[in-house]
């Protein structure tokens, strides 16, 4: 199993940024890929970005392309999710979940294991 913990939430302005770090327990050597989802007040979960740790191929969604970088440290078995330029579209709480591929995938169905969320607010 893989337990995850994700951190670095909070209020932030307009247009400021925001890192949020996913930290994964894993008790097997298995490869895992690590994705960050993000869930709107009344909305579905919706991915913004994922990671294959290991080879290293990332996905965005487009409405973070270009703002919003995704980044890996094995050694400590953290995965980062720098956030710049935000938007109020932005709000949400958002979730590191790892999928039992090399391959990171960009929908919820696709990862096994889930962290407990973090609130991201941006407003002014």
């Known amino acids: 199993d893989v337990q995850l913990q994700a951190s670095g939430g909070g209020l932030v302005q307009p247009g400021g940024s925001l890192t949020l770090s996913c930290v994964a327990s894993?008790?097997?050597?298995?490869?895992?890929?690590i994705g960050w989802f993000r869930q709107a007040p009344g909305k579905e979960r919706k991915g913004v970005s994922c990671?294959?740790?290991?080879?290293?191929?990332?996905w965005y969604s487009d409405s973070v392309k270009g703002r919003f970088t995704i980044s890996s440290d094995n050694d400590k078995n953290m995965v980062f999710l720098q956030m710049d330029n935000l938007t109020p579209d932005d709000t949400g709480v958002y979730y590191c979940?790892?999928?039992?591929?090399?391959?990171?995938?960009?929908?919820?169905?696709?990862?096994?294991?889930w962290g407990r969320g973090t609130q991201v607010t941006v407003s002014s």
């Open positions: 990671i294959g740790r290991h080879y290293g191929g990332t």
């Open positions: 979940a790892a999928r039992k591929s090399p391959f990171c995938a960009q929908t919820a169905l696709m990862y096994d294991y």
């Open positions: 894993q008790s097997s050597d298995d490869e895992y890929s």
